[in-house]
């Protein structure tokens, strides 16, 4: 069954950067795009960066010009690099693949913003 491995989360200040990580940990038979969402506390998930195999990218409307999604074709991967954090990007990010029998999502990494 493949899984989706993320790391790259932490603690860091206002203003700082974090670059995400989301490798499958075998090949994605069927797989349509892959995105990242976030969830903070007492909120609802919502998506923070989406990317289909033709390069095509999407982002939520408060990431925009700040955060940047790309993919790693070969690994089936995804990478999240975020700068300029707020407080408000606090939350755990969950890496998600859209393939054709259904989705996969990884078990979350922790995004701390705090001075």
């Known amino acids: 069954q493949v899984q989706l491995a993320e790391s790259g989360g932490g603690l860091v200040q206002p203003g700082g950067s974090l670059r995400l990580s989301c490798v499958a940990t075998?090949?994605?038979?069927?797989?349509?795009?892959m995105s990242w969402h976030r969830q903070a506390p007492e909120k609802q998930r919502e998506l923070v960066a989406g990317?289909?195999?033709?390069?095509?990218?999407r982002y939520g409307e408060s990431v925009k010009g700040r955060f940047t999604i790309s993919r790693d074709a070969r690994r089936d991967a995804a990478y999240l690099q975020m700068n300029n954090l707020k407080l408000e990007d606090t939350a755990t990010y969950y890496c998600?693949?859209?393939?054709?029998?259904?989705?996969?999502w990884g078990q979350g990494t922790q995004v701390t913003v705090s001075s």
């Open positions: 998600k693949a859209v393939t054709a029998w259904g989705d996969i």
């Open positions: 990317i289909i195999p033709n390069g095509t990218t």
């Open positions: 075998r090949p994605i038979v069927g797989l349509k795009a």
